[in-house]
């Protein structure tokens, strides 16, 4: 893999970028919500290389990464600190006035911070079962609820728990064989093949609820495109190999985004 795209793989900062189109294309029509997508985007890059470093630092990173890490120690500093200030000042600045919001904002934080610092013997990641929906929690509230609320935005919700959750389970299955056993993710418990048909089927259920609720679901048209991306991919999984598959994924953030944008200037 070239070392740029490496780079930006493993550091998030793709993940931030798809993310960033996501959200302001999804919420393209509010005059903030670039300011509100740069936030969270400037959120994931600093959270989750603040993962990355406490990992790196208590030897629980697998081998090539932990490798990369060190090699790239300076910067990930870099990308975990600034950032994660930038997206606290937008976050006091613009959205802290509403106190249920600021509670749930609380339990996001903390609730990153124990998925990977262990409180006894295990880390909120590593409770059997629960990994995939800790994950899920936090980003059906970034993603929807606060949405919700800011812009007063109505929502799929079930189709976005759906998408979430059919988008999550690839990271889940390039650990399959890092991840302690007792974890008990998704991929450990049913397998790989397995898990790519789970996924297809919530992709299949999702298009379903998309037909039925088009009329009433914003920008349709690209839900459509990102749901049928992304099944495309769950049956060439094999060629692209599992190491790699969740990066392809992950790229249907910006594929809904960037076709919402394109539709509304329709």
């Not at 189109?21 to 959270?47: K, N």
Request: charged share 10%; with cysteine.
């Amino acid at each position: 893999m070239n070392d740029i795209l490496k780079y930006l793989l493993r550091s998030h900062i793709l993940l931030a970028i798809y993310s960033f189109f996501f959200l302001y294309g999804l919420y393209f029509e509010y005059p903030s919500s670039w300011v509100y997508a740069l936030m969270i985007s400037f959120g994931i890059i600093g959270i989750y290389n603040l993962h990355r470093l406490w990992k790196f630092k208590m030897g629980r990173l697998p081998n090539s990464i932990n490798d990369w890490t060190g090699l790239n120690k300076k910067s990930i500093y870099v990308l975990a600190l600034i950032p994660t200030v930038m997206a606290m000042l937008l976050y006091f600045w613009l959205y802290s006035f509403d106190q249920l919001q600021n509670v749930l904002t609380v339990f996001c934080v903390l609730t990153s911070v124990f998925y990977v610092k262990r409180i006894g013997k295990f880390a909120l990641r590593e409770i059997p079962y629960l990994k995939v929906f800790f994950v899920i929690a936090i980003w059906y509230l970034l993603f929807f609820i606060y949405p919700y609320w800011i812009f007063d935005s109505p929502q799929p919700w079930i189709l976005g728990f759906l998408f979430l959750m059919s988008i999550l389970i690839p990271s889940d299955i390039k650990d399959i064989y890092f991840d302690p056993h007792e974890m008990r993710t998704i991929p450990q418990v049913v397998g790989i093949e397995k898990s790519v048909k789970l996924i297809q089927l919530v992709l299949i259920i999702s298009v379903v609820m998309l037909f039925i609720g088009w009329e009433v679901i914003r920008n349709p048209q690209a839900w459509m495109i990102g749901l049928l991306y992304f099944f495309v991919l769950t049956i060439n999984y094999k060629k692209i190999g599992y190491n790699y598959f969740f990066a392809f994924v992950d790229l249907t953030f910006m594929l809904i985004g960037i076709t919402a944008i394109f539709l509304n200037f329709l």
